[in-house]
């Protein structure tokens, strides 16, 4: 099993593999930089190598570790300059991981801004693909939205329809995200569902392409469309269903990532201990 969570990188770019191994970690997800901002910092060449020789000496494997894409960007945009400057972060945010590397890039499908879905799909295709072009050994994972106003991609069936026409294809794959595809009306709340919905989700995308899972219980309930990320097994899921899918992860040696929330009620050391006791 590679199970772990997302963590900060806060003072210095390799202390997300301190707070990833004092989590118990075996696997995680980083910001490569500040998720709020448009700018970033460029790495440099101690930043790269304090990262490197870190995650080198942890027993994490490299492929059980992620980069997410910061808030900012848009690819489905309608807007050029909006468009131009998303489509820059995509490409930087590649070459951030492939210096660090990171093998995947995580990123949101964006909104299409009341112009229509398929529109939306278009200029995100061709976001997609103009950055496939880039030479480098990062594969940047479609990850399924939660169906907000306006969003493209939250689909089984239109994902699918969007990863068909990414090339080359060994660039591209998927983030599965669980409280995403049950506000996006998945019913993942027990056993027989959570299959039932993998092997839609295996004919539309194939199950072959599903690289990092985003375990998140979810704060609403199943359609409600709302992005609010919960407790395992607290949530509208709710501890079968939260299960079922830690098992399917695990059998299909697919690494899984909390992205849970910080609260009075639980930290992220908890929620990786609760989740390991799901496996
Ligand atoms: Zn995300
Ligand atoms: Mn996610
Ligand atoms: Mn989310």
Redesign the pocket.
Known sequence: MRLGCHVSISGSIDKAIDNAVKRKCSAFQIFTRNPRGWNAKQLTDSDISNFKSKLESSEIDRYATCAHMPYLPNLATPKDDGFEKSLKTLIDETERCAQLGIPYL?THLGSHLGTGEKEGVKRLVNALNKAGKIKNDVMILL?NTAGQKNSVGYSFEQLGEIFNQLKPSKKFGV?F?T??AFVSGYDLRSKDKVKKVFDEFDKFVGIENLKIL?L?DAKGEIGCNLDRHYHLGLGGIGAEGIGAVVKYANKKKIPIIL?TPIDDDRDDFENIRIAKEFA
Do not use: Q, R, S
């Open positions: 995580v990850e983030c995200d409280c995403h985003h998140n992205e």
